[in-house]
């Protein structure tokens, strides 16, 4: 299966496996096993959306935005529960303007799901760590 690393975005291609013990990329050499949200742009989100064979969720966010800022903590810890399974990244509506206006997002936050390079679901509102395990669990 394709996936990418979080380190270097580079396109991966790893065995499908139902647990991984490790997983490196091929290019970078760092794990891919790190579950921290990527930082998604105007110049590698539809390579990003377009690669990767596992589920994709967008957090569409912005610093100012106070439910945005509560929700970070909770998409951090369930990101870190679901490696290789699902990608969780993040767009800062601030600094990569243009990609809300593509998806329609009127208010933040804002996720968004992605299966196969298409949006499956969409959610707004800020979510807690229960909320998003089982919103996410749905689409696995």
Same mark, same amino acid.
């Given at each position: 299966?394709?996936?990418?690393?979080?380190?270097?975005?580079?396109?991966?291609?790893?065995?499908?496996?139902?647990?991984?013990?490790?997983?490196?990329?091929?290019?970078?050499? %760092? !794990?891919?096993?790190?579950?921290?949200?990527i930082? @998604?742009? +105007?110049?590698?989100f539809?390579e990003?959306?377009?690669?990767? &064979?596992?589920?994709?969720?967008?957090?569409?966010?912005?610093?100012?935005?106070?439910?945005?800022?509560?929700?970070?903590?909770?998409?951090? %810890? !369930?990101a870190?529960?679901?490696?290789?399974k699902? @990608?969780? +990244?993040?767009?800062?509506?601030e600094?990569?303007?243009?990609? &809300?206006?593509?998806?329609?997002?009127?208010?933040?936050?804002?996720?968004?799901?992605?299966?196969?390079?298409?949006?499956?679901?969409?959610?707004?509102?800020?979510?807690?760590?229960?909320?998003l395990?089982s919103?996410?669990?749905?689409?696995?």
């Amino acid at each position: 299966m394709r996936v990418i690393c979080p380190h270097c975005i580079s396109i991966n291609n790893i065995p499908l496996q139902e647990s991984y013990k490790t997983a490196n990329c091929e290019k970078c050499g %760092k !794990s891919l096993l790190d579950t921290r949200p990527i930082e @998604l742009t +105007t110049n590698n989100f539809d390579e990003v959306i377009s690669n990767s &064979d596992i589920l994709v969720i967008v957090n569409f966010w912005a610093p100012w935005c106070n439910p945005c800022e509560t929700m970070s903590p909770s998409f951090e %810890k !369930s990101a870190a529960k679901f490696p290789l399974k699902i @990608l969780f +990244t993040k767009i800062n509506t601030e600094s990569q303007q243009g990609l &809300d206006t593509k998806f329609a997002v009127k208010s933040i936050p804002t996720l968004i799901i992605f299966k196969d390079a298409k949006e499956v679901y969409r959610v707004v509102g800020a979510l807690d760590e229960n909320s998003l395990d089982s919103l996410v669990s749905q689409f696995m």
